[in-house]
């Protein structure tokens, strides 16, 4: 997996410096690549007196469920509820936003304290706008599947029982009211700016969905345990979480597993970034039989249902 071309790449900043100057200013020296991201090319870039982030989309990034519309208007909803960098502007194939300094927030803090970002959660998810795209894991499992087909790609062998329990988990939880949600909240996608604000970045996922993904999500991708989850729900809830809360969160944690394997999946026949997508796709298919196998799992489906 070499990736584009360098003068791909070239091509393409030279394109967005061109479209950018007149909207940002003069651009002052070279803009630097940034690390972490497994999906799209970042690069940091000043314009004028300000400094930015730009973002490509990778190859292929629509067929794993991304809507640049509604990227576009949740990031711009999320600045401006002062949960996100504002948005500077749009490209053909990406975005800009402000650069924020700042620093990843660590997971083993939002663990102990996780008032700050369950409430930026539950702001997006009150006051954020309708998407206008739906982030459906059990379909998702579907098209990923009619994907890796396609193109001569083989499933795994853990892929159809996947998908059956994750059925049996949409009968429980379905019918909730959709709002607005982040659905990728790894740790990369959490920051802390040096002014003190909690971050969410990189709202390229987002879509309508059960906001309890939002919390199962942030809960698995970083590491919360029974105790760590309790405190997530009630500082998301301000009240004490019930049966049916508590449920609702540790099946959303089995499904963001799900959805996070067969993404990886997915991106072996799509992807030309140097990443081990097979690793990927198979700690998330591990983790996610650990969780199947737990014995509260039926009382989680009972009470999530009633």
Not at 66 to 72: F, K, L, S
Not at 232 to 256: I, Q, T, V
Request: hydrophobic content about 40%.
């Amino acid at each position: 997996m070499g990736g584009e071309p360098a003068s791909g790449r070239t091509a393409e900043l030279a394109a967005a410096i061109s479209a950018l100057e007149p909207l940002l200013g003069e651009r002052a020296g070279e803009p630097v690549p940034l690390d972490g991201g497994i999906t799209n090319r970042n690069y940091r870039a000043h314009f004028g007196d300000g400094e930015y982030v730009i973002r490509f989309a990778g190859k292929d990034t629509a067929m794993l469920g991304i809507d640049r519309e509604a990227e576009r208007l949740a990031s711009e909803a999320a600045a401006l509820l002062g949960i996100a960098p504002r948005l500077a502007a749009t490209l053909p194939d990406g975005l800009v936003t402000e650069f924020v300094p700042s620093t990843q927030l660590p997971a083993d803090e939002m663990r102990s304290e996780p008032r700050a970002i369950a409430q930026a959660l539950r702001r997006f998810h009150d006051e954020g706008p309708e998407l206008p795209t739906r982030f459906h894991v059990p379909a998702l499992l579907h098209e990923y599947a009619a994907i890796v087909e396609a193109r001569g790609g083989s499933l795994p062998e853990q892929y159809a029982p996947t998908q059956e329990a994750i059925a049996r988990i949409e009968s429980a939880v379905g019918g909730t009211r959709l709002r607005p949600c982040h659905n990728d909240l790894l740790n990369g996608n959490l920051l802390r700016s040096d002014d003190g604000r909690v971050l969410i970045v990189d709202w390229e996922y987002a879509g309508m969905n059960d906001p309890y993904f939002d919390l199962g999500n942030l809960s698995v991708n970083n590491g919360f345990d029974r105790e760590d989850d309790e405190r997530l729900l009630s500082a998301y809830l301000d009240a004490r979480p019930g049966p049916g809360e508590r449920a609702r969160l540790a099946l959303m944690r089995l499904m963001s597993d799900a959805r996070e394997a067969a993404w990886g999946v997915a991106q072996l026949v799509l992807s030309d970034l140097d990443f081990d997508f097979a690793g990927y796709a198979s700690k998330h298919f591990d983790r996610l039989a650990g969780g199947l196998e737990q014995p509260e799992l039926e009382g989680w489906l009972d009470a999530a249902a009633a």
